[in-house]
């Protein structure tokens, strides 16, 4: 079944670093990936998205990065700041189809040192 | 706020017991998702119905059921409730971008429902 693999699963890094999460996603028709920000006690909130037809997108001090090829995608934080601690999920779906279920990775909770 | 709304937000039952988590989509949107979130896991998929109809499924408990009505708001259903049922369950909605119902936007997420199974 379809299946979308998330790396790390921890990350802390110094505030003002970078800070990477990769994604590899299983169903070679998915053809659109969010990305979630999960703060504690709170639902998901969506913080970007690409399509398969786009290999960038970028939105202030986050971008994603999209490989169809090799079926990886990636978020990449740039100057982080400590409001950037949380737990990060991507996604994977099949935006125009009748099962558009959505399949997360398993998550990535990232610290932000002072 | 994401204009997903989640009721109730916490729930406590005992073993053997049925209870339901009520959503109520973002106005306008057709499509609700139902997830399971057990302690630091990931969401688990468990069922999207799209305008009052099933449209997928994925690892469902058979004890699970779901149901949307015509106001298009969701219910999900849990029965002889198990220890390991215990999870944050989210529901999120997405509004169609045709008249078909075979294309979507981004979903939005409600707060969640903390279910405790004691």
């Known amino acids: 079944g379809e299946n979308v693999e998330q790396h790390p699963s921890t990350l802390s890094v110094q505030e003002g670093d970078s800070a990477v999460i990769k994604c590899t996603y299983s169903?070679?028709?998915?053809?659109?990936f969010p990305w979630y920000k999960q703060e504690l006690g709170k639902g998901p909130q969506l913080i970007i998205d690409i399509r398969s037809n786009v290999g960038e997108k970028k939105d202030q001090r986050i971008a994603v990065t999209l490989n169809k090829t090799a079926k990886h995608f990636s978020l990449h934080i740039t100057e982080t700041q400590p409001e950037d601690s949380a737990v990060y999920f991507c996604?994977?779906?099949?935006?125009?189809?009748?099962?558009?279920?959505?399949?997360f990775g398993s998550g990535t909770r990232l610290s932000i040192r002072p | 706020d994401s204009g997903v709304t989640q009721t109730p937000k916490h729930l406590i039952t005992a073993t053997g017991q049925r209870v339901t988590l009520r959503c109520s989509p973002r106005s306008g949107d057709l499509s609700v998702y139902w997830y399971q979130q057990s302690l630091d896991q990931g969401l688990q998929f468990l069922i999207q119905?799209?305008?009052?109809?099933?449209?997928a499924k994925g690892n469902i408990l058979e004890r699970f059921s779901a149901q949307q009505f015509p106001d298009l708001h969701s219910e999900l259903n849990l029965s002889s409730l198990e220890l390991g049922d215990s999870a944050l369950y989210f529901c999120?909605?997405?509004?169609?971008?045709?008249?078909?119902?075979?294309?979507?936007?981004?979903?939005?997420f409600g707060q969640g429902t903390r279910l405790t199974v004691v």
């Open positions: 119905y799209y305008n009052g109809e099933e449209r």
């Open positions: 996604a994977a779906s099949r935006r125009y189809s009748s099962a558009s279920k959505i399949i």
């Open positions: 999120a909605s997405s509004a169609s971008l045709g008249t078909t119902g075979t294309a979507y936007t981004e979903a939005f």
């Open positions: 169903d070679s028709a998915s053809n659109y």
